[in-house]
């Protein structure tokens, strides 16, 4: 049985925000990094929240690639002011870390009626507002732990593409390209159906029509909004089809060397599509038709493809090699096997077309640096 779940409700435009103050609840939990606080974006927020009569506690302590540790300390704090309301604000790393608090929160009280969950996203990029997934890190181990629990899919999502007007160029790129491989793997995961299928076929034009937009103008509120959109579509995509490797080897990568996930993601996304090409060259031709291939080769779309990517990546400056994101040669080698096991143990794994080795993942990541 095939089934797609669209369980978010998805709120956009300028006075999106509003819709915070119609929520039936009576204390809010705003989880948090520092920069938004420190930007006034978290004003937005508690002036809704004022307006509604909604008391609020601001959790800020959300490093890039939230760890474990902070994941505790935010449960214990959610615990603390029983919130019955949860509100993320930020990038992927924000979204994430509100989603594990609350699913922990919700464990630790035996599954008692769970907060209702806002996501609001200031990069476009994870999808994770529309998710049931979150990745958190153990950095005493060096890996990424995604965790996957439907009790973390948000209630709603809010997408305001003001909060992304002052995302740097180069965090663009990234969150913008993750995009992509979030709507590519969608697209060719074991999982996919017709469904998803639409979802990520949008995700792709539009990353390939509005994303070099958004980076060389970050005041072009058109491309602005419609990669946020981008960006919930391919959430909603993969949410139902799972990924790939791309995402494994990246989640391997981000947590032996913080390369930051985005990155990692488009390094990996072509050397991945080759040696996917086999088993789903016909899509990789399919997604190469939407962005200009005009051929009916399997092979040379395949190519057009792979082609189309590491000029994307080039043109924003983003590395297309492992080498190039300052990963050490000696430490690569030494580290390879222990990548490549995490790698394959990843939960992305299984979603992709070509079930690989160990050895399989060995070979990519020889290639790819």
Known sequence: MTQFNGR????????AMEVLENIKAKSAFIVTDPFMVKSGFISRIISHLDRAGICHFVFDKVEPDPSLETIKKGTVDLLNHKADLVIALGGGSAIDAAKAIMYFGCKALNDEKKPTLVAIPTTSGTGSEVT???VVTDKENEIKIPLVDELMIPDMAILDARFTRTVPPQVTAATGMDVLTHA???YTSRGSNAFTNIYSEYAIKYVFRFLMRAYKNGDDMEARENMLLASCMAGMAFNNS???ITHSIAHSLGGMYHIPHGKANSMMLPYVIRFNSFDVG???RLIAEMVGYQGSSVEDGTEFLIQSIYNLNKEMGIPVKISEAGVNEKDFKEDLSIISKHAVDDACTKGNPRQP?????TNILLKAY
């Open 8 to 15: 978010t409700k998805i709120c956009y435009g300028t006075d």
């Open 132 to 134: 049931a997934i979150s």
């Open 184 to 186: 590519i793997e969608a």
């Open 242 to 244: 799972g990924l790939g």
């Open 282 to 284: 016909e899509k990789y």
């Open 357 to 361: 080795s160990e050895g399989d993942i």
